[in-house]
């Protein structure tokens, strides 16, 4: 699909934490990237047609017995190969080196000396030391022949070496995370001075490509889309929008527990803004009649599951005939699906979501596979999406219903809606909104005493849950001003009828999860 995709580099993963932070790094620098497993075959690395390789670090060790390797070939294809940590100690020992096992783990910051400004610290500035994230276990005792030292550090006489007319190098430290600064520039170096990338994967090459990829592809194809507001599936309803026009029918489902605004802001922007052809259905009485006097978690979310797969079919039946379904897969849930998980572990498949496709027996369009998060977000911009849907923080399928504790009944989700609308513009104007998380209200399933005048009242409690994260598997209580805490709360309170307390949530995740239920 378009030139885009013609200059690429090939990660090869051997299992490391760290490798979609390669991915990340390479496209940051404009250069288009899958990863695969290490396991790939010489012939699947040929059709793939890189530019360049990167090997990933892993958790093993050379010596291990069902070590993880590559096919030798990948080092003879005449492109520029790049090894990681343990993608270093492979090529090391594909090529005749010696890798000796460390007498013990390397694991933190190093100062790292450079020796030879070219290559890939090429772009580094001279005499300075380079702070540098180790994390091994192994080290290399003897470089390949043809091999030279680039630059080291205390403790790793060879923390970088490079074979200058094969173009194979080896760092032995991590240049993918954010604890090695220059990093970023060192991979920037290797696929667009190396490797002779250009940098031409850009958001709006992606989206264009896309575009005139759909209007062959899809052709006289009926689409559907679930819109749900937030920036995925904005992103996938508007690539395809532009492609194929009155052919995607939307679906924007109302299941009664969205936030202030939402229904109408969604139904605004995509019909009138866009005009695009969609559908809003007002479902919140059957929603709601079946969350009647249901107060497990777990039962508010399978019934909200199931119903929204009962009125989606419900309407896609009153389309007609519908070809392909549209998804908004991200890149992370493909690599969880492709990543090497060691020699003993199955290699998961990928399970979408809801169930629908299965379901509805429907092709799937997944215009996303290869986006990361921000690269998603920049494609919304690059389609004119408003910043307010951009940057929108995650909010979770099952909504409102899972941060009222308890019953969720009308009154109630009036309440927490209103002291919701309260923390979202408030995080706004402290221009807070877009450095959390995710920042949002919790109706509590107790009443407390409190005094208004004379009066003695007996309210409801709002809890604050303000996080900071960086992919939501764990996650900390953001440090926000009390300033900004003591307006919220005073503005709850006198605004939101029904509510005589605020209360802070100070947990981290974990124990804790981010949502209270
Ligand atoms: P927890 O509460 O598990 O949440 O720490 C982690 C992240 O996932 C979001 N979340 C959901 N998203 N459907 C979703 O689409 C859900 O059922 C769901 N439950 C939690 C949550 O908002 C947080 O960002």
Same mark, same amino acid.
């Given at each position: 699909?378009g030139?885009i995709?013609?200059?690429?580099?090939?990660?090869?993963d051997?299992g490391?934490?760290?490798t979609? +932070?390669?991915?990340?790094r390479?496209?940051?620098?404009?250069v288009?990237?899958?990863?695969h497993p290490?396991?790939?075959s010489?012939?699947?690395v040929?059709?793939?047609n890189?530019?360049?390789?990167?090997?990933?670090?892993?958790?093993?060790?050379?010596?291990?017995?069902?070590?993880?390797?590559?096919?030798p070939g990948v080092?003879?294809?005449?492109?520029?190969?790049?090894?990681?940590?343990?993608?270093?100690?492979?090529?090391?020992?594909?090529?005749?080196?010696?890798?000796?096992?460390?007498?013990?783990?390397?694991?933190?910051?190093a100062?790292?000396?450079?020796k030879?400004?070219?290559?890939?610290?090429r772009?580094?500035?001279?005499?300075?030391?380079?702070?540098?994230?180790?994390s091994?276990?192994?080290?290399?005792?003897?470089?390949p022949?043809?091999?030279?030292?680039?630059?080291?550090?205390?403790?790793?006489?060879v923390?970088?070496?490079?074979?200058?007319?094969?173009?194979?190098?080896g760092?032995?430290?991590?240049?993918?995370?954010?604890?090695?600064?220059?990093?970023a520039?060192?991979?920037?170096?290797?696929v667009?001075g190396?490797?002779?990338?250009?940098?031409?994967?850009?958001?709006r090459?992606?989206?264009?490509?896309?575009?005139?990829?759909f209007k062959?592809?899809?052709?006289g194809? $009926?689409v559907?889309?679930?819109?749900?507001?937030?920036?995925d599936s904005?992103?996938v309803?508007?690539?395809?929008?532009?492609?194929?026009g009155?052919n +995607?029918?939307?679906?924007?489902?109302?299941?009664?527990?969205?936030?202030?605004?939402?229904v109408s802001?969604v139904?605004?922007?995509?019909?009138e803004?866009?005009?695009m052809?969609?559908?809003?259905?007002?479902?919140?009485?059957?929603?709601?009649?079946?969350?009647?006097?249901?107060t497990?978690?777990e039962?508010?979310?399978?019934i909200?599951?199931?119903t929204?797969?009962?009125?989606?079919?419900?309407?896609?039946? $009153?389309?007609?005939a519908?070809?392909?379904?549209?998804?908004?897969t991200?890149y992370?849930?493909?690599?969880?699906?492709?990543?090497f998980?060691?020699?003993s572990?199955?290699?998961k498949?990928h399970h979408?979501?809801?169930?629908?496709?299965?379901?509805?027996?429907? $092709?799937l369009?997944?215009?996303?596979?290869?986006?990361?998060?921000?690269?998603?977000?920049?494609?919304?911009?690059?389609l004119?999406?408003?910043?307010?849907?951009v940057?929108?923080?995650?909010?979770?399928?099952?909504?409102?219903?899972?941060r009222?504790?308890?019953?969720?009944?009308?009154?109630?989700?009036?309440?927490?809606?209103?002291?919701?609308?309260?923390?979202?513009?408030?995080?706004?104007?402290?221009?807070l909104?877009?450095k959390?998380?995710q920042?949002?209200?919790?109706?509590a399933?107790?009443?407390?005493?409190?005094?208004?005048?004379?009066?003695?009242?007996?309210?409801?409690?709002?809890?604050?849950?303000?996080?900071?994260s960086?992919?939501?598997?764990?996650?900390?209580?953001?440090?926000?001003?009390?300033?900004?805490?003591?307006r919220?709360?005073?503005?709850?309170?006198n605004?939101?009828a029904g509510?005589?307390?605020?209360?802070?949530?100070?947990?981290?995740?974990p124990?804790a999860?981010?949502?209270?239920?």
């Open positions: 699909m030139d995709y013609q200059e690429k580099i090939l990660v090869l051997f490391s934490q760290t979609q +932070l390669i991915a990340r390479v496209r940051e620098a404009r288009y990237c899958e990863i290490c396991t790939m010489l012939a699947e040929r059709d793939f890189p530019r360049g390789i990167i090997l990933s670090g892993g958790p093993a060790s050379v010596y291990a017995d069902d070590a993880p390797g590559v096919d080092l003879d294809l005449g492109v520029p190969v790049l090894g990681i940590c343990y993608g270093m100690q492979v090529i090391t020992h594909l090529l005749g080196g010696r890798v000796a096992r460390g007498e013990k783990r390397e694991y933190g910051p100062n790292l000396e450079i030879h400004h070219r290559g890939l610290f772009e580094l500035e001279p005499d300075q030391p380079q702070p540098v994230w180790m091994h276990g192994d080290r290399i005792e003897k470089m022949e043809g091999f030279e030292v680039l630059a080291l550090t205390d403790n790793s006489p923390a970088a070496m490079g074979h200058g007319q094969r173009r194979v190098y760092v032995q430290f991590h240049p993918e995370v954010a604890h090695t600064p220059g990093g520039a060192m991979l920037a170096a290797f667009l190396d490797c002779g990338c250009s940098p031409s994967w850009t958001m090459n992606f989206a264009e490509a896309t575009v005139s990829g062959e592809t899809l052709a194809k $009926k559907l889309c679930a819109l749900s507001g937030g920036v904005s992103v309803a508007l690539l395809l929008h532009k492609a194929i009155p +995607l029918t939307s679906v924007f489902v109302d299941n009664g527990v969205l936030r202030a605004g939402e802001e139904a605004g922007l995509f019909r803004v866009f005009g052809n969609l559908v809003v259905v007002d479902a919140a009485d059957q929603f709601l009649d079946r969350l009647a006097g249901v497990d978690p039962e508010k979310r399978r909200i599951g199931h929204f797969i009962e009125v989606f079919e419900a309407e896609a039946a $009153k389309i007609g519908v070809d392909y379904l549209a998804q908004g991200l992370p849930d493909v690599i969880e699906s492709v990543s998980k060691g020699p572990a199955t290699i498949s979408n979501v809801g169930g629908l496709p299965e379901r509805m027996k429907l $092709k369009v997944e215009p996303l596979r290869e986006l990361f998060k921000d690269e998603c977000r920049e494609v919304g911009r690059e004119g999406l408003p910043e307010s849907i940057s929108r923080q995650p909010f979770p399928g099952p909504g409102l219903a899972i009222i504790m308890g019953e969720v009944t009308r009154p109630r989700l009036a309440t927490l809606r209103a002291a919701d609308a309260i923390v979202q513009e408030e995080m706004r104007a402290a221009e909104y877009t959390v998380w920042s949002f209200a919790v109706l399933p107790v009443k407390t005493v409190g005094v208004m005048g004379d009066e003695r009242t007996y309210e409801d409690v709002i809890a604050l849950r303000i996080v900071d960086v992919d939501a598997m764990t996650a900390d209580w953001s440090r926000v001003p009390y300033e900004l805490l003591a919220m709360s005073s503005r709850i309170i605004e939101v509510v005589n307390r605020v209360v802070l949530d100070i947990s981290s995740k124990p999860t981010i949502e209270w239920e």
